[in-house]
């Protein structure tokens, strides 16, 4: 390990097991972010990111374990208690609202917030996606794949979170705009931002991440640095295709 | 002239109609489920309507807005207790308890008010015959569909313009993404129902006040006629709910006057079988569509 991280962590999960059902789908995994950190889970399809993710933003319940943002323990509290709290999950899938407006979604995404701040916020992400300005009053389904990428970030962003889940940001998108969405989570993290990251493109995510966490079926099998994970003979043969 | 005459009564039922769809729809397409009790809170609305006028003396403003209020909070104790425990449940289940709850307001208004119909009061609403041209239209049928017309520009800018309104809109569309907008579900399910109960006393004074005979179950046909214009205009979409409802009363009344009397409630249902086989969706409805 090159550095030791002293601080305390902006998000600490401790020992997690989620069923679906009789399914055991998470058997007890552990995992932190700092503070400024972009931490991305990768693994296999079924491996249970998303779950993990769904888990820490509260749409799903823990069985055993804990969930904690800044020493305060989420997990019981529901999704929407959770995004005051300052987390903030961009989902798979996008699930962008359809039938609304680009800027009817970024408010939503500021649904907790006071509404006297909402045009700052918004001003903000029109200035880091512009795309999103110039389609500001179109609805939202008829948004390109890469551009209702962009509106389910900035809409996940409205929300002021401390940390940022992003689950599949490069899904079903083109190469050219898969490289986009990675920009722009590089700018976010120079900007300050806490981003826990779970990707199937396991290449890119390693290449813009401080450290990894590898999960096979509902556990975590190796963790480290993004480098070394990259570089790593096991990781490469199992998530890299060489 | 008749003709006319048929085209107002028709507009006023098609009004009611509307009114109730308005209900079915908003719950529908905010809890996904179908409250097959809302025909029966109209008909408690109607009693409590009756109660304030015929034994407590009350003006037709308060009594109805009494009404509302007995609705409102029916409705919001109907979903917190009886749906809101089944709400990860199969939807079979949340059908058949809702089928249960109808009978149940049905039996308890039995046991209140007895079976014996009541005569309905009359009210400003529905005090005097109107001629217009050469029309005779009665001031319950201009009320209603005045009223119809207030709550349908009401709803739309409600969902259109308000913090809750939108927050519907979100839950409608994905319950999970609405959750993580910090959108609190079960607080917009039970506003739904609060808003569709106050309707639906609204809508009980107005049936009472064109027909004005009340027993326990004079809900249940207009309630069931109301879902199939819901379900006629498109299920969960508010327009559709408008549109069809006026629709099937207009549908209903030129029925019965110049095909069949006793065709008419056929008629209506026969019409709602070939729209549901030429656009299965409703007549406003959005098809499902495919998630990318």
Redesign the interface.
């Known amino acids: 390990m090159s550095e030791v991280q002293t601080a305390a962590p902006l998000l600490r999960v401790n020992d997690l097991h989620v069923y679906y059902g009789a399914i055991h789908a998470i058997k007890g995994i552990s995992l932190e972010v700092h503070e400024n950190e972009i931490v991305t889970l990768i693994g296999a399809n079924g491996a249970g990111k998303s779950t993990t993710l769904n888990t820490i ?3 799903l319940k823990p069985r055993q374990g804990t969930v904690e943002l800044h020493g305060a323990v989420l997990n019981g509290l ?4 959770i ?2 709290k300052g987390l ?2 961009c ?1 798979e ?1 996008r ?6 407006t680009v800027k ?1 979604n970024l ?3 500021a ?2 917030r006071d ?1 006297a701040e909402i045009p700052a916020s918004l001003d903000e992400m029109f200035q880091r996606f512009p795309r999103l300005k110039e389609r500001e009053r179109q609805i939202a ?1 008829t948004l390109s ?1 890469g551009e209702q990428q962009m509106l389910a970030m900035a ?2 962003l409205m ?1 002021r979170p401390k940390l940022l889940m992003l689950d599949e940001p490069s899904m ?1 998108l083109a190469p050219i705009l898969v490289e986009q969405i990675f920009d722009i989570i590089t700018e976010l993290h120079q900007s300050g931002a806490t981003i826990l990251l779970v990707e199937q493109n396991a290449q890119m995510a390693l290449a813009v991440a401080d450290r990894a966490y590898v999960m096979e079926t509902g556990v975590i099998t190796m963790q480290g640095p993004a480098q070394e994970l990259l570089h790593n003979d096991a990781v490469q043969k199992a998530y890299l295709g060489s | 002239m008749i003709f006319l005459d048929n085209l107002m009564n028709g507009l006023s039922l098609g009004s009611i109609y509307a009114i109730i769809a308005l209900g079915y729809t908003m719950v529908y397409g905010i809890a996904k489920m179908l409250n097959f009790a809302h025909g029966d809170v109209i008909m408690v609305g109607a009693y409590i309507a009756f109660c304030g006028l015929q034994y407590w003396g009350l003006p037709p403003i308060v009594a109805i807005l009494a009404a509302m209020v007995v609705c409102t909070v029916l409705g919001i104790t109907i979903e917190g207790l009886a749906y809101r425990p089944l709400r990860q449940a199969a939807s079979l289940a949340v059908l058949i308890t809702a089928i249960g709850m109808s009978y149940l307001l049905q039996n308890v208004a039995l046991m209140i008010w007895g079976a014996n119909p009541k005569s309905f009061p009359r009210t400003f609403i529905n005090s005097s015959i109107l001629h217009i041209g050469g029309l005779n239209v009665s001031s319950a049928t201009i009320y209603t569909i005045l009223a119809n017309v207030v709550i349908m520009i009401a709803l739309t800018l409600f969902t259109a313009k308000t913090k809750m309104g939108k927050a519907m809109r979100c839950v409608s569309e994905d319950r999970g993404a609405a959750e993580l907008m910090g959108i609190n579900v079960n607080r917009t399910i039970s506003v739904t129902f609060a808003i569709g109960s106050a309707l639906a006393a609204i809508a009980g004074v107005l049936l009472c006040s064109s027909y004005p005979i009340l027993q326990p179950t004079t809900g249940s046909m207009p309630g069931i006629k109301a879902f199939t214009a819901a379900v006629f205009g498109g299920i969960g979409s508010i327009p559709g709910a408008m549109l069809g409802g006026v629709l099937l009363g207009v549908i209903e009344i030129f029925g019965k006057a110049y095909i069949s009397t006793e065709l008419g409630d056929a008629i209506v249902f026969a019409v709602l079988i070939v729209v549901l086989l030429v656009k299965p969706s409703g007549l406003l409805g959005k098809p499902v569509r495919e998630k990318v």
């Open positions: 933003a509260g749409l529901g999704a929407s208690k995004v005051p903030s999950l989902p899938g699930r962008i609202f359809q039938q609304m009817e408010e939503m995404g649904y907790s509404p389904g794949g809409r996940a929300s079903g």
